[in-house]
Nanobody, 127 residues
Framework: QLQLVESGGGLVQAGDSLRLSCTTS????????MGWFRQTPEKGREFVAG????????NYADSAKGRFTISRVNAKNTLYLEMNSLKPEDTAVYYC????????????????????WGQGTQVTVSS
């Protein structure tokens, strides 16, 4: 099983940027498609962005398009989420997640398709 640990969250002002990291261990990182999700009490857990095993294909929620960039460095077993132009509505706990991608090239957007999760990192954006 892949272990995941997020870092990089914090308290920022609207318009600021943050970069989240997700370091992994335990199994071959390159076997997994990776995703970022976020969770609030009001909206529950929602998909933010995903990247395929090779790191050359990604997809985004509409709320993240144009502001967030997902990337991975397979040599470092690490996933990133660069977040720019942050808004108060981006406030949430952010989770990285892994989907064993050896059966399909598609990047899942449903949380139920991800089998491994980190503990989450809090991002708070003040207005």
């Amino acid at each position: 099983q892949l272990q995941l640990v997020e870092s990089g969250g914090g308290l920022v002002q609207a318009g600021d940027s943050l970069r989240l990291s997700c370091t992994t261990s335990g199994r071959a990182f390159t076997l997994y498609h990776m995703g970022w999700f976020r969770q609030t009490p009001e909206k529950g857990r929602e998909f933010v962005a995903g990247v395929n095993r090779a790191g050359d294909t990604s997809n985004y929620a509409d709320s993240a398009k144009g502001r967030f960039t997902i990337s991975r460095v397979n040599a470092k077993n690490t996933l990133y989420l660069e977040m720019n132009s942050l808004k108060p509505e981006d406030t949430a706990v952010y989770y990285c997640a892994a989907n064993l991608g050896i059966f399909s090239p598609a990047i899942p957007t449903n949380a139920s398709d991800y089998s491994a999760w980190g503990q989450g990192t809090q991002v708070t954006v003040s207005s």
